[in-house]
């Protein structure tokens, strides 16, 4: 079967930095996405890894190893505004997204 | 302004009942999708359409039909709602022309069934 596994829950400080890890199985890849959603909203992208590596956007940046089936979402300079969940989606063999349950991300001042 | 809107933005529905929940798009995206977001549970793909006149089954399609009759518009029915129905249900677009093809999504139908 398919599965997206990233924690259910972080805590961090205001100013810091957090690393939200999501690891995959797949039938196929053909990219990953990850996506934040505030509570009671819609979900908005964040980025996407279809090659290797690190992308960086802003204070943003987002880890792929396909190999290891493993992403992270690294976050910097935290504010309270980052308070939100974060999804992680794999598009797979179908070109069909498969979405993690999401990691609730709770900033303390 | 640009995006995807969904009506209603809520409902209470009595079991048994036909709903349809409504998606329009103006960004003339190619695809659309339906999904359902449970608590604990990922984004559930209900049903897609990856161009107009054309529509496919997701991981969950039972209970739920959708047409696409042009681009704009993907509307969702309920033919006899049910309990387990209760949900958030979120309508999402892209463009496959895109390097990413990222979904855009709508701001959300909240259904509770009675």
Redesign the interface.
């Known amino acids: 079967g398919q599965n ?1 596994d990233q924690p259910t829950e972080m805590t961090a400080t205001e100013g810091a930095i957090v690393q939200i890890n999501c690891t995959y199985q797949t039938s196929g890849f053909n ?1 990953l ?1 990850w996506y934040q959603q505030h509570a009671g ?5 964040l980025s ?1 890894n ?1 090659l290797d590596g690190l992308e960086e956007k802003g204070r943003f940046s987002s880890f792929l190893s396909r190999s290891k089936g493993y992403s992270y979402l690294l976050l910097k300079e935290l504010q309270m505004k980052d308070s939100a969940s974060y ?1 992680c ?1 794999v ?1 797979d063999s179908n070109y ?7 990691t609730k991300l709770i900033i303390k001042p | 302004i640009a995006g995807i809107t969904q009506a209603p933005t809520s409902q209470i529905l009595a079991a048994g009942r036909r709903m349809t929940l409504r998606c329009t798009q103006d960004m003339r995206h190619n695809a659309m999708y339906w999904y359902r977001q449970d608590l604990g549970l990922g984004l559930r793909l209900i049903h897609y359409s990856n161009t107009a006149g054309t529509t496919g089954k997701g991981e969950v399609p039972d209970g739920y039909s959708v047409s696409r009759a042009n681009t704009d518009d993907f509307p969702l029915t309920l033919a006899s709602a049910v309990p387990s129905q209760t949900s958030v249900y979120f309508c999402a677009s892209s463009d496959s022309s895109g390097t990413s093809n990222e979904q855009f999504f709508g701001p959300g139908t909240r259904l509770t069934v009675l």
Request: charged residues 10%.
């Open positions: 997206i990219g996405f909203e819609a979900p908005t992208f996407y279809v999804l989606a598009r069909q997204l498969i979405w993690g349950a999401g």
